[in-house]
């Protein structure tokens, strides 16, 4: 920012958030993993969905876009392919990401962009008033469907490279995982998938019942995130044993999609010269074939 | 050999033509439009303007296809009416073609599965050979026959066989050495077909030099290099008939100016796809055909609230829902117009040939950037698929203006910088992510200056007004219409895109027969401009023309400026292109007893 | 108790009035709509008719929110002007509040966080207490202090104490005794907190008997019972502002009748869900808004070629994109009308108030089987969300017509069976899945009378013609628009929706100042009837109301009769709903010199 | 049918695909299969996609439907709800499933209808002239992206009942897939979803690889196809080998959404008498709240 009193940009807002909302502790600690990380803010854009959730961009100090909703993958798929030297980070709620979103979670996962993919995961659409989303449990507002693992999900595409899950509830593990997260993907390994568990307190209040029931897979020696069957099984027992499991579930490795779909990913598409005059001869080498 | 037979017509004379009409028709997979791609560059070299449509079917091999290619002395826009050749690899073909065969035209009909039946005019000349069989017999591969019926026709024809050689080469000499061979041996074997069946030439073109400076080339194509020349770098689409040349091309062609051209996962996927990359500074684009489109719709929204600039490009196809993917229509323009709910700014294109694709795109994306609003270039099938004849692109006319895009430099002259600033014309000074000191909020719900959401009644009301003062402001750059004709007619033509050739040659028709003409070819549909009106104004009935059955381009035209008892509409919707001599006999059954006067 | 505190106003005479405005407004989450809703009930017992609104933000908690209750001795569909009494939670309620205070109005303020700073006319009396501290001392739930200012206000409004405790008993019966207990010692607080601050009745309204058979409901939940009533049985959403409640109606009563609402992953799925649905014989509806419609545009038009029969409830919200989710607007007629490629039959239809949402539901689901297309039941956020006062609907007038449906015994009679035969009317037989001589195709490619894809030109335009043509046909079954005030007025009103109730209010105020005026309430919004052209006739001038910037109506009546120069449009698209006192204003500012006369 | 000698309703097309093509097994198989099940035709119904797969419901004597493109799911699962009686068989292709439609195949999975899902699986957009899909193999025209798996993917969801995988050119193990599925779905246990690989020769021959690279699973008597995580584990291995498992991957329980969703699924909604009469009565009670 410039040197003025005042200053010459916006001033991040307040959050609109229920008091004790779970969606506070994922900007406490997404600005702490920034700060500490030190990325610069103006190289940063934070892409919302549409939720209570989706708000997150707005209150912070970096760039923000506010975008349709289910659509926060794409439209920052596409900012990392113009510029991949941003550090690009998605954050939006459940419903956002994996009801109507459902379809553009599963290919960002199979082609492996290098951005941040963080989820507020309450388990509701809050901001329409408490419906279930697909990860509600049964029976919450009435609903009959299983719910949605985007955990086991993420593990059956066979291109994730990150894939883990925090707590709202959890800082210490949730700025970790935040950090590794933008770590991942500013190395240009890939799509770094972070599921957040973060409480509804208005609609959806889980606090007590995930305190308990969460896991910390990384706790456990044995466990090794490198293995996708071994932590499939892992993730699928602690699940039946009615356990969340948490922490840094998976990593492994696999081109990203800029670097396979960018002919140079160190000169940004989005900050290229445009001026037709160098290119004439170029442009007219298109031209041949029509003669 | 008892495979090739000649019916015998009286006079062997020597038909001369500077308007030249042939169809090649069979079943799909037949190859018919290579045929129709050989002879197009065979009679470019003799300094034919050329202008070809295809008929095929939504399925891969099986089914009615055939090629029309025109080529004539002129520039022509339009595959005319009737026929001079035809090669017919089935009966259907015939079938297909009867009724438009002149009274000295040519068949050439593959009997490798059945003789010809249909009965034809006595004056119709007409040469047949199992060219498939042979091209079974002798090259192993039965597809070879279009190169088979190829040499037949060009000898018809009385074109050089090195000239159909060369077409051969032309084609097939990237493909590699097996493929060129074998086209080249079928080439000679239909030569000699020819030979044993005896062909004389008894239709001719005029041979001049090639002409200089001229090209080839589809409007999907012609859209792709506009936009790689325009400063496009960003590309997503998703496959589609008839807009998937345009992901074609680019996907072979933005990497070399270091772009990038995405296939996503769906429409939806694709637009805000390039929304994020228009976002980062890139130029941005996608393109579609109608049921694409409709899942663009809130994408397009997005584009308009957030004011990201982005280019659409809409390839019209037959309607409505699937409808028929493959076959010509104009009845997308209430779409582009107004689909999204709410009100939000958006502007309309809309090219006429290929010359009108490549620059209009360049346009298309200076207004995007210059407005910060979405931008259509609306065609039709016929203009995205056809191959026309126009004159190379002139690169050095190409100029880039990107608007109100503020540098750090710009910055460091202003002290506070917001992103929905509100300015005089609507426009807001707008930054590329990564500016050190251009952070903004960017957001689809309604928002203040800063971009923060905001209900404010008076701000909402305000911000309102200022998107949509874009439109008003984008009038004096929105591409102007063409007027043809005779200045003082009291009968005008109003009308867009490909139909531009069809209307051309109905005028001259009409013309013929006495009645005095002229025609506004649209270029910007939305916003309609000045000139519709003044046109309106200086005549006494104006025939609105396009492909559809509701006459929405009419319908929009009168709700902007009323003039319905001027207003008269001629439409076609059967899936096919207006041929001159529809508008014709249209304008002359519509035509008030007064005769418009 | 120093927590109390009255402004002492001279004289303590009580105000009569037959029109009581009420406003309640505090932050998200302080319930004001909860007593708005409590009031509103009780105000019922005493035989008023009621109608109120909320304006709320799109976020859960905090941020400015209000309810306003309107009570009147007549039937009212409108908030009308001005404020007799306010409520309110905090300062800026009363900021929003205090242009519209009345000279006698009474401000009710909670104290709690600070003394009120806001300067009010000297009429105005003043009661502040700390009515969310004291909640949260005396009950450890601060948000109960919406009970004890209710029991204030029904104390200023001199209504029976019993009266307001049937009310706590009406709402929080079914909510179990915990609930219920609370608020009504929440009650007891209020009476408590009023008795010290020396509340007299200040403003009373007339009490009589409770008038049968009214009741008080919304848009949303009406359309809700009219589709169960109707015979719908199969309903498919995805939550979104405003339109959620007819999911939740549907999800808490359909399964009731044997019916199912499901809550989709998106409105995409939604929309096929229901086709589906249709296909196998369910009546079947979807609701959503603005961003829904737009992703529900392709099945629009799979719904309109393939014929199959569907109601969707687009109740509309301020756009463009994400736009203000919560706040009112009409800006989605140009998207139901034209939105979708190609051109395919559609109809749309728009209630005015919750009777007409009830019957018109039921005509909808009647129209979509008897013509076999998409029917849009065209609602707005306030006509949507607002609770008014209606007679109970009569469900006896309920008629069912599922059109040409056939049976097997209807098989039985016919030799052939050709789903998309051609017919007089353009509607063709149709049989429901399971019938066992009734197989068919069913699809959104162009198709013959069989059903199987097909590009015959002559079949398509035939086929074309046949769907256009149930558009012409359901003209004699669509609902007419209603004609309000004087016959031989010649300045009019044309509007639909919510905007019923500000308008003939705003006639009644311009009557009183010597216009006259009539005006026509539509209630089939596409296709438009002859009604319009015979008003447009009758008048001078046709002020068209409409919440939209771009006077989405007014276009589209140009569109189809003209009339530019009598066409005058009143739009207000701030997020609010008109106000009786918009109409008048614009009204006079815009009529031409002579009155328009 | 009646007993007419002209057909009284449509007769069955001639399939559209080019000679050769993959989905005329497909076709074969099914018609075998209702056949050999003796399903009734008229309680049948035919869901295609978009695509050259989803015409395959023109060729047939049961009702056909020809959704949109990617939307077949939607429109059986609605089909499916209104009338549990029906034997609801959608199919389409891979592009139609996998890539616009991917979003509805994930909650279809997750839902669990008792509807057959067929999926021609030709790695490419046929009808759209050979564009890759997102089963298309790394360098197919070009393609950059790592392949989507679906069987891997349909494992991940804890609510799937039934999962596997044909190959066009095995018509005795494809006529038992179908079979099972078709059996599966119309007992009520939920979603048989069934892909078959169906080579393009147009575009995309892999007659000759696939017949080399297909392995059932079934063969191996030591495969349980009820234990989740070691189905996945195998069927990765396998993949990892470079093989495509082929066989009944998975079968599990789970209750259907019909049994979840309907009040009374033995009595269709879509069946039932409409008239008011009899009901003014129930109706009444609907208006009591807002008295
Ligand atoms: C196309 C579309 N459909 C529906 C909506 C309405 N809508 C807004 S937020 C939301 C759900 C939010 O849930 P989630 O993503 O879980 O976020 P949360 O509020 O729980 O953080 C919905 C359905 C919309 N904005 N756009
Ligand atoms: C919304 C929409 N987008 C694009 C298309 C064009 N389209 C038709 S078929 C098809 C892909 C077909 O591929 P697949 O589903 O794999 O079927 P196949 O032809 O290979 O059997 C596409 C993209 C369409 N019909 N609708
Ligand atoms: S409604 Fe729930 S998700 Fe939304 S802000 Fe409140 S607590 Fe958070
Ligand atoms: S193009 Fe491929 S998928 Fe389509 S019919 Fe031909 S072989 Fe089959
Ligand atoms: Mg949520
Ligand atoms: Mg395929």
Known sequence: MGVSEVPKVFTPQTPIWCPGCGDFGVLAALKKALNDLKIPPHETILVGGIGCSGHIHNDLLVYGYHSLHGRLLPTAIGIKLANPRLTVIAAGGDGDGYAIGGNHFLHALRRNPSIVYLVMNNGTYGLTKGQPSPTAQIGFEGTKEIPFEPILTALSIRSTTFVARGFSGNQVQLQFLIKEAIQHANAGKGFAFLDVLSPCVTYNDTYAEWRKSTVDMNADKSFDPTNRALVFERVLNTLQEGKIPTGLLYKGESPSFESMQLKDPASPIATQDLTPAGKIEEFKKLIARYR | ?597
């Not at chain 2, 040519?106 to 040469?127: C, E």
């Open chain 2, 1 to 597: 050999m008892s495979s090739t037979q000649t019916t015998e017509v009286s006079e062997p004379r020597v038909v001369h033509l500077e308007d030249l009409k042939v169809m090649v028709g069979g079943q799909g997979g037949d190859g018919t439009l290579t045929v129709i791609n050989l002879l197009s560059h065979a009679l470019k070299q003799i300094g034919a303007y050329t202008y070809d449509t295809r008929n095929v079917l939504s399925r891969i091999r099986g089914g009615h296809a055939d090629g029309v290619l025109r080529a004539s002395v002129r520039p022509i826009l339009s595959i005319g009416d009737g026929l001079d050749v035809l090669v017919a690899f089935d009966e259907e073909a015939v079938e297909v073609a009867k009724e438009q065969l002149l009274d000295h035209a040519v068949v050439i009909y593959d009997n490798s599965h059945s003789q010809l039946k249909t009965v034809l005019k006595p004056t119709v000349k007409v040469y047949s050979a199992k060219f498939g069989e042979i091209a079974g017999l002798e090259l192993k591969k039965t597809l070879l026959k279009n190169t088979v019926s190829f040499a037949v026709l060009c000898r018809v024809l009385g074109l050089a066989d090195q000239l159909a050689e060369e077409a051969i080469n032309w084609r097939y000499a990237r493909r590699g050495g097996d493929v060129l061979q074998s086209n080249l041996q079928a080439l000679k074997i239909g030569f000699r077909l020819a030979d044993q069946l005896g062909v004389k030439p008894s239709i001719s073109f005029p041979k001049t030099e090639p002409k200089q400076g001229l090209i080839q080339i589809t409007g999907d194509e012609a859209v792709g290099m506009g936009f790689i020349a325009g400063g496009g770098r960003f590309y997503a689409g998703y496959p589609i008939t008839p807009a998937s040349e345009i992901l074609e091309y680019l996907q072979a062609n933005l990497p070399k100016f270091n772009g990038v051209a995405l296939q996503a996962e769906d429409e939806i996927s694709a637009i805000n796809m390039a929304l994020g990359a228009s976002l980062a500074g890139a130029r941005a684009m996608v393109a579609t055909s109608g049921p694409g489109q409709d899942l663009m719709t809130e994408g397009l929204g997005q584009a308009g609230m957030a004011e990201i600039p982005l280019v659409i490009v809409e390839v019209q196809r037959a309607g409505p829902s699937t409808g028929m993917p493959t076959k010509h229509e104009q009845s997308d323009v209430n779409h582009v117009v107004f689909a999204g709910h709410g009100d939000f700014p958006r502007l309309v294109v809309a090219p006429a040939d290929a010359s009108d694709c490549f620059y209009l795109t360049v346009d298309a994306l200076n207004l995007a950037e210059k407005y910060q609003l979405p931008v259509f270039i609306l065609m039709d099938q016929a203009l995205g698929q056809n191959t026309q004849t126009v004159p190379e692109f002139d690169f050095s006319r190409v100029n880039i203006d990107r608007g109100k895009l503020l540098t750090q430099a710009d910055l460091n002259r202003i002290s506070v910088y917001k992103r929905y600033e509100f300015t005089e014309d609507g426009v807001s000074p707008r930054t590329i992510l990564g500016t050190p000191d251009g952070f903004f909020q960017v957001t689809g719900n309604e928002h203040n200056e800063w971009g923060f959401v905001s209900v404010d009644r008076i701000n909402r009301a305000k911000i309102m007004r200022k998107r949509m003062l874009k439109v008003e402001a984008a009038k004096k750059d929105m591409p102007r219409g063409r007027v043809y004709g005779d200045q003082d007619a009291r009968v005008g033509f109003i009308s867009y895109g490909s139909n531009l050739g069809p209307i051309l040659e109905a005028m001259e028709q009409l013309g013929k027969q006495g009645f005095k003409t002229k025609f506004l070819l649209l270029r910007s549909i939305y916003p309609l401009l000045e000139e519709v009106q003044e046109f309106l104004e200086s005549v006494n009935t104006a025939f609105v023309v396009e492909s559809n059955l509701t006459g929405q381009l009419a319908g929009l035209i009168r709700r902007e400026y009323g003039y319905a008892d001027k207003i008269v509409r001629i439409n076609k919707y059967d899936g096919s292109v207006f041929r001159p001599s529809d508008i014709v006999s249209q304008t002359l059954s519509q035509l008030p007893r007064n005769g418009g006067e």
